[in-house]
């Protein structure tokens, strides 16, 4: 199992706000950056957030990151249809030296 | 344009090997560190290495230690992944990642599927 503990699925309908959580420990999310990567059915996965809350640029406002503790979550407001996709968490384990996903949320757009 | 393409996957029988490359174009690869992360047939996203700018840093996932060895050619803009002892559960599709260190994985290849089955 994955060292970081997310959902294995969510759902919403077009226009709601849905969250995602990330779990993880002092070793990672408690003193590292988190990461959330989206993977589109049948695609490479793309970086969505970086640095706990920053989004890269042609992201749109409506994912949002946030962290707090040995946590971490992935809020996406105004859903889409185009946003049914797999998300996933990530983060540097100093622990361990190795980097760590999260087991992934399948998002379905109801 | 970032492009990352992976190759040398395919079919390989257990205990056998392969080595697979990715060719980098459109950044200066020699200042990015780079990794490699795979994803079983239906499961999420494992990393498996990592390697610095300049070669110095390497970093292993506990279930490739010892079997996998990352390497990189700054001239040819090629990161490549030596895998030995090659057993049924390496069986993935294997990403060449750009490491841009604070700011993430910032790049990701197509993918190379590796298949390990007698």
């Known amino acids: 199992q994955s060292v970081l503990t997310q959902p294995p699925s969510a759902s919403g309908t077009p226009g709601q706000r849905v969250t995602i959580s990330c779990s993880g420990s002092?070793?990672?999310?408690?003193?590292?950056?988190v990461y959330w990567y989206q993977q589109l059915p049948g695609t490479a996965p793309k970086l969505l957030i970086y640095r706990n809350n920053q989004r890269p640029s042609g992201v749109p406002d409506r994912f949002s990151g946030s962290r707090s503790g040995t946590s971490a979550s992935l809020a996406i407001s105004g859903l889409r249809s185009e946003d049914e996709a797999d998300y996933y968490c990530?983060?540097?384990?100093?622990?361990?030296?190795?980097?760590?996903f999260g087991g992934g949320t399948q998002l379905t757009v109801l | 344009e970032v492009q990352l393409v992976e190759s040398g996957g395919g079919l390989v029988q257990p205990g056998g090997s392969l080595r697979l490359s990715c060719a980098a174009s459109g950044f200066t690869f020699s200042i990015y560190s780079m990794n490699w992360v795979r994803q079983a047939p239906g499961k999420g996203l494992e990393w498996v290495s990592y390697i610095s700018s300049s070669s110095t840093t390497i970093y292993y996932a506990d279930s490739v230690k010892g079997r996998f060895t990352i390497s990189r050619d700054n001239v040819k803009n090629s990161l490549y992944l030596q895998m030995n002892s090659l057993r049924d559960e390496d069986t993935a599709v294997y990403y060449c990642?750009?490491?841009?260190?604070?700011?993430?994985?910032?790049?990701w290849g197509q993918g190379t599927l590796v298949t390990v089955s007698s």
């Open positions: 002092s070793s990672n999310i408690g003193s590292n950056y």
């Open positions: 990530a983060a540097w384990d100093g622990s361990l030296s190795v980097a760590v």
């Open positions: 990642v750009r490491d841009s260190g604070r700011d993430g994985y910032t790049a």
